[in-house]
């Protein structure tokens, strides 16, 4: 298997524009995260899928940021305007939990923006 | 959501072995532990998971006390490759409303 495939690795953007991260997880994988790696706050979990429903989003900043899964293949992570904070590591994660567990989740390479 | 704390960092020579502990005194009674590694520029990497007592795999060993508030990862023989960030979590499954929750990590680093 592939395993979690982001893209773009890495996105350089100014203030103002929108920038669009995809992410394909591991074939048969219900369940879908987003999160987010700054030096200041660690590993944040925005939002995450079940079957391509929005289960919990807590986690996303405001509402310039929006997810969507529109089919078990793929997900995307939208930021519109984007801001020099929203500069971090956005990894997507995707698992297949058994029953009562957490599961192991497998994380992607990571997608690192700069927003100047 | 059970709240974790382990030590910030941690200091080993090659060949040593490794215990980080992790407390977490207000775990679920549905809530399992699990322990991922990450390396610089790369997402984190599932090591281990356990509910209670001793779990073993080729990479490590979980030890959870009786009462699971608290849990050891082990590392035997580390080698400079295992110098990273590892990660102490509890969660239980997510249809139960439970979601995982990474904390400040303790970063290992190995030395010659």
């Known amino acids: 298997d592939a395993g979690v495939i982001q893209s773009p690795r890495h996105e350089v953007t100014e203030m103002g524009q929108e920038v669009t991260l995809r992410c394909k997880p591991i074939s048969g994988h219900d369940y879908l995260f987003w999160y987010r790696q700054t030096m200041m706050r660690g590993l944040e979990l925005l939002i995450y899928?079940?079957?391509?429903?929005?289960?919990?989003d807590s986690g996303m900043p405001e509402d310039r940021f929006s997810a969507k899964m529109p089919n078990a293949s793929f997900s995307t992570l939208k930021i519109q305007p984007s801001e020099p904070r929203d500069s971090a590591v956005y990894f997507c994660a995707s698992t297949r939990p058994g029953q009562g567990k957490t599961g192991e989740l497998f994380f992607g390479e990571g997608s690192r923006l700069t927003v100047l | 959501l059970a709240k974790t704390t382990q030590p910030i960092s941690m200091d080993s020579y090659e060949g040593q072995e490794v215990n980080i502990t992790c407390s977490h005194n207000n775990i679920a009674t549905n809530d399992y532990i699990t322990w991922y590694q990450q390396f610089p520029s790369q997402g984190p990497r599932f090591i281990i998971q356990?509910?209670?007592t001793k779990v073993t795999n080729e990479v490590a060993s979980l030890f959870i006390p009786a009462d699971r508030k608290s849990s050891t990862l082990s590392l035997p023989r580390v080698s400079l490759s295992d110098t990273a960030v590892y990660y102490c979590l509890v969660g239980a499954t997510y249809n139960q409303g439970g979601k995982l929750i990474f904390g400040q990590g303790t970063e290992l680093s190995v030395k010659p």
């Open positions: 356990g509910y209670k």
């Open positions: 899928f079940n079957n391509n429903v929005p289960i919990d």
